[in-house]
Structure formats: structure tokens, C-alpha cells
């Protein structure tokens, strides 16, 4: 039997990180594998005094993380060895990653020590602020930080198998979608916020005409890319600070959780009520992602 597919709308942009937390790559294509963009996440900073992998979620110690922008000198090949990428920092200045000094740079810069690492420790976790802000997570943490797991180490904790490998820097899936109805969604819902789709660190951003959070209705179907890419939706997306901070040309801006919270806060099965945008996916299966690429469900 054949099921009708329906035809969602089209790649708008194509997003990849290098490193956990900081600014990434906007591209025309990405290899999707099984576990996730190819190189995506690949790397990320491990800070030394703490032995949690440091991130942009901790605006607290680490405030200027999300300001330094990643990119790979050469492009990341499939269960090849990882490229090495450049990394500038927002004085401009700027160290490879594959440079001895690398970690001593870096360490000064953040006044912290650090080591960039590309393997995921066993028991993955970071700190995440919780600005004072209701709503956020079901057990109302506000003006906090709580340690969080995160990829395999979470699915570990509450005895499921994981969807990402051990090794991986990747939260929870190994793709995260969004729509720009959800953008404009949100733009409609508060004006005066800037709603940019790099606030949202997502790695595929789909132009579609439906509108309001469309997302929402998607889990558990079957996002197809052109003629190959097919992603299963495992999970809504649920936002935390990180969407919030400045970056770039974005001012730091609470009312981006502010509106998610008041307009589409969403109960995860089994987790409670979350504020959420966009949605996470699995890899059924391999291919590529196109800028321009049909989308269909």
C-alpha cells in the first residue's frame, strides 16, 4: 500500500555548529547520517575545574561562549577524522583548533581553564541557568543553576536507549527542525523581539505557507528531503536561555522565552510542560540536505 506524502515547503537554510555552543555555519548543503548533520557538534570545550562540558546554557561562567563563531578549514568527511576548524573569538582575534596553543588561548580568553575535546565524556553533563522566569520546566527551577546530562548520558539515566552515540555532543536527537511559520508566529506574538532563526540553533529551517507553531502536529511522522533524506520526528523541542543571549547582531532578550511560555508551552510525554519551537528527529534514512529541497511529511 502507498501513502500519499504532503508537501510541506522547501529548505529554506542549513545550519552546522563545530563546536558545542559557539556560532556556526550557515550552508547550501549538509550530510545527513544516521548520527545526525555530519559534523555537527563535533567539538566542544571541557572545562578543567568542573569536569562538565562547558556551555553558552551557562550564561553565568561562560557569558561570551555563543559570541565566538566556529568553521571547518576543510570540509568534514564521513567517518573520516575530523577536520579541524577555525575558531574567532569576538575581539576578532581567532586559533585553529588543531594548533598547539589552542587550549592555552582559549583558556585565557574565557579566564577559565579549558581543553577542546571531540569526545564526549562518559557521563555527559553541563550547568544550565535558569533565568527567573515562570514557566520554564515543570518543577518551576527560577534564578538557578541545574546540572543537567545530556546526550547518551541522559538516555542512560532513565534507562532508554540512545539515539545518539556515546561519543556525541548532541543534546538529545541527532537533528532539530524548525518552520519559518513558527518564526513568524512568534514575530506576530511579540513585535518588538527579533525572532532570528540563528536564536534557535537549529539545523534545518523549512520555508513553509501553513501557519501558527506547525511543528506541533509532526511527531511521530515522517519528514521526507527530496528524493532520499527521511527523518523520523521524535520530539518537540523545548527552549531554554540559550535562545535568549545576545549574539551577533542580537540583543540578550528574556521575552523570547517570555512568549514561548505564554503561547506554546507544550506537555512532553512522560517530562511535563515545556516552552517549545521546532521539533527533534531521527535518521531513517542517510542522504543530503538542500538548500531548496521539497519537504514532505
Known amino acids: 500500500m502507498k501513502f500519499s506524502k504532503k508537501i510541506l515547503g522547501e529548505i529554506a537554510s542549513l545550519w ?6 559557539m556560532g556556526g555555519e550557515r550552508l547550501q548543503e549538509l550530510d545527513v547520517c544516521v548520527t545526525g548533520i555530519v559534523g555537527d557538534r563535533a567539538y566542544a ?6 569536569g562538565k562540558v562547558a556551555s553558552a546554557k551557562n550564561s553565568k ?4 561562549l555563543l559570541k565566538c563563531r566556529a568553521e571547518y578549514l576543510s570540509p568534514p568527511v564521513h ?3 575530523i577536520a579541524p576548524v577555525k575558531i574567532t573569538l569576538p575581539d576578532g582575534d581567532w586559533v585553529r583548533s588543531d594548533d598547539t596553543r589552542a ?7 574565557f579566564g577559565r581553564q579549558v581543553e577542546l575535546i571531540q569526545t564526549a565524556p562518559e557521563d555527559f553533563t553541563i550547568d544550565q541557568f535558569h533565568p527567573d522566569l515562570a514557566g520554564l520546566d515543570p518543577v518551576e ?3 538557578t543553576i541545574v546540572s543537567q546530562k545530556l546526550g547518551s548520558a541522559l538516555f542512560k539515566a532513565v534507562g532508554m536507549a540512545s539515539p545518539v552515540p556515546t561519543s556525541s555532543f548532541l543534546d538529545v536527537f541527532p537533528v532539530s527542525v524548525i518552520t519559518t511559520s513558527t518564526l513568524l508566529k512568534l514575530r506576530a506574538l511579540a513585535p518588538a ?27 511521530g ?6 528524493d532520499a533524506t527521511q527523518l523520523s520526528v521524535a520530539m518537540l523541542d523545548p527552549r531554554c536561555v540559550m535562545t535568549t543571549l545576545e549574539q551577533s547582531e542580537l540583543p540578550q532578550d528574556l521575552d523570547i522565552l517570555r512568549t514561548l511560555v505564554a503561547h506554546n508551552r507544550m506537555e512532553l510525554p512522560g517530562m511535563g510542560k515545556f516552552p517549545c519551537a521546532g521539533v527533534y528527529a531521527i535518521v531513517q534514512k542517510e542522504g543530503k540536505a538542500q538548500v531548496g529541497s521539497t519537504v514532505f511529511i
Do not use: H
Open 193 to 219: 523581539s527579533l525572532f532570528d532563526e540563528s536564536r534557535f540553533r537549529m539545523n534545518i529551517v523549512v520555508k513553509t505557507l501553513d501557519e501558527g507553531f506547525v511543528e506541533n502536529s509532526w511527531v
Open 103 to 109: 587550549n592555552e588561548k582559549l583558556s585565557s580568553f
Open 221 to 226: 511522522q515522517t519528514l521526507s528531503i527530496g
Open 45 to 50: 570545550l571541557l572545562d578543567m575545574a568542573t
Open 16 to 21: 552546522r555548529f563545530p563546536v558545542k555552543s
Open 61 to 64: 561562567l561562560f557569558p561570551d
Open 141 to 143: 527551577s527560577r534564578n
Open 79 to 81: 567517518l573520516e577524522k
